[in-house]
């Protein structure tokens, strides 16, 4: 579903403010993997995201989204492909729009300019069904604006709409961080039912190393722009956190501080 073949940026070249954020990433995925990324800060995880996504154009490597090279994609196509959340619960929805005016904008992506309106007066009992499987009583506020809403259900509402035209890849860059921990846990549980339910290939940044074991099927560490540990399924299942450290000293050579604490 996701091939990252042999992937390059660095950002100001040449200059003093020289940083080689990916060093030659490599990473495939298979459909409907769900990857956890940690990694200490400036470690490259948002500028692989950012990669994939089309934010900047890599300078060296090939990246294939289901079969489409897309190393010179412009971001607002493959915007197509993909759905994201990111860490800003301000970021992914239209404060000033009702929930299901998103809703509606959201569920646009990839159709053709015609049939876009075409599709909107059945959708609402859809919206509705959607609202409600997330649990917080958002299906008898369609008309409410986002604006309004907690940064949880702002989060959960962004979620469901990087879902709701299921993407071919679902990107998450720390989507939970700016919550707090109850509100959190619930976002995750979200996540995972989404991911779960839609068999969605989903690439998720975190900080919390307890959040990386306990989520997903595979999990990556970055460092230095590169990925030094990959533990896949029966592997992850059986490692707790002290074991992610001691992996992630052998793969980077060093014992980050960061890690420690998060
Ligand atoms: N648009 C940009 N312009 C210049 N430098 C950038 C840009 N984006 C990222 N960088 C630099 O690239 C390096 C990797 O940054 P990145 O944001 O990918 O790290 P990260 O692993 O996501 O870290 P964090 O956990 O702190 O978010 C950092 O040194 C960062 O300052």
């Known amino acids: 579903m996701l091939i990252i073949d042999n992937i390059h940026k660095t950002f100001f070249p040449g200059s003093v403010n020289e940083k080689r954020a990916l060093q030659g990433v490599n990473l495939t995925l298979q459909d409907g993997d769900f990857v956890t990324v940690i990694g200490s800060n400036g470690a490259g995880k948002s500028t692989l995201l950012n990669a994939v996504a089309g934010t900047f154009f890599i300078d060296e490597g090939r990246i294939e989204i289901d079969g489409v090279d897309v190393t010179r994609m412009p971001e607002h196509e493959r915007a197509r492909y993909i759905g994201r959340v990111f860490q800003d619960p301000m970021k992914g929805t239209a404060g000033k729009m009702?929930?299901?005016?998103?809703?509606?904008?959201?569920?646009?992506?990839?159709?053709?300019l015609g049939l876009?309106?075409?599709?909107?007066?059945?959708?609402?009992?859809?919206?509705?069904?959607?609202?409600?499987?997330?649990?917080?009583?958002?299906?008898?506020?369609?008309?409410?604006?986002?604006?309004?809403?907690?940064?949880?259900?702002?989060?959960?509402?962004?979620?469901?709409?990087?879902?709701?035209?299921?993407?071919?890849?679902?990107?998450?860059d720390e989507h939970t961080a700016a919550l707090d921990p109850k509100t959190a846990e619930k976002v995750l549980q979200l996540t995972e039912r989404l991911v779960k339910a839609n068999h969605l290939t989903t690439l998720m940044i975190t900080h919390n190393m307890r959040d990386a074991l306990r989520f997903g099927n595979r999990l990556i560490m970055m460092h230095q722009g590169r990925i030094v540990v990959d533990v896949k399924a029966e592997e992850k299942a059986h490692l707790d956190v002290p074991d992610l450290l001691a992996l992630f000293e052998k793969g980077a050579g060093e014992v980050s501080d960061e890690m420690l604490l998060s």
């Open 98 to 112: 009702m929930i299901e005016e998103n809703l509606a904008l959201a569920s646009w992506r990839g159709k053709r």
């Open 116 to 172: 876009r309106w075409s599709f909107q007066a059945q959708q609402s009992a859809q919206f509705k069904e959607a609202l409600k499987e997330l649990d917080l009583g958002l299906e008898d506020r369609m008309s409410a604006h986002v604006g309004l809403l907690s940064g949880g259900q702002r989060q959960a509402v962004t979620l469901l709409m990087a879902t709701l035209v299921k993407p071919k890849l679902l990107l998450l």
